[in-house]
């Protein structure tokens, strides 16, 4: 074989065709296998790291913009069903009523106002979906973050009150022994003749 420089695209691709063909009927590599291969090409374990982070990252932008376009689409269909139905009702009612027609005025509205909702499910701004999609991760992040914050300081108020409430008790039992012996010296001391 001759000793051919590739470039770094070139690299990836052999490099990506090599491993989707040493994968096939794999169930994949644990995170040490992967380092210890990164490492046989030179990578690092900290670039593999970072690596694992950015496609997690990227994988998780990728579902909420999954998310984000089907959720248009299902707010679209619905509010499709509704303006039918309402415009078949006024429809309904302007033919009943008689005189001039009037129910393609609202017709006319919603309809632009429900083209404009396709327009954003047909042809999405995927700048504006992405930014968007992070942004909903974050928040997601940001309120598990305070979530497991309140967790833990519920359980360290939970510990505090155990211990405070045992320390309660003990304090409690404490003086109540202490109570019951002097009334028993004194009732000792009544009983005993003068």
Known sequence: MSDKTFSPQEVREVLELAIEQQSRGSEGMTRNELVAAARELGVTEAQVETAIVARDARAGVEGELVRLQSRRIRRLRSHAVTFALVNLMLFGINVLTGGPWWF???????????????????????????????????????????????????????????????????????????????????????????
Request: proline share 4%; glycine share 8%; charged share 35%.
């Open 104 to 194: 393609f005025w609202p017709l006319l509205g919603w309809g632009l106002g429900l083209a404009l909702q396709a327009k954003t499910v047909v042809m999405p701004d995927p700048e504006r979906d992405r930014e968007r999609a992070e942004r909903r991760l974050e928040r997601r992040r940001q309120q598990a973050l305070r979530d497991t914050r309140r967790q833990k300081a519920q359980l360290a108020v939970d510990q505090l009150v155990d211990v405070v409430g045992g320390g309660a008790f003990a304090v409690a039992e404490s003086v109540s022994n202490k109570i019951r012996g002097e009334l028993s010296a004194r009732r000792r001391n009544e009983s005993e003749p003068r």
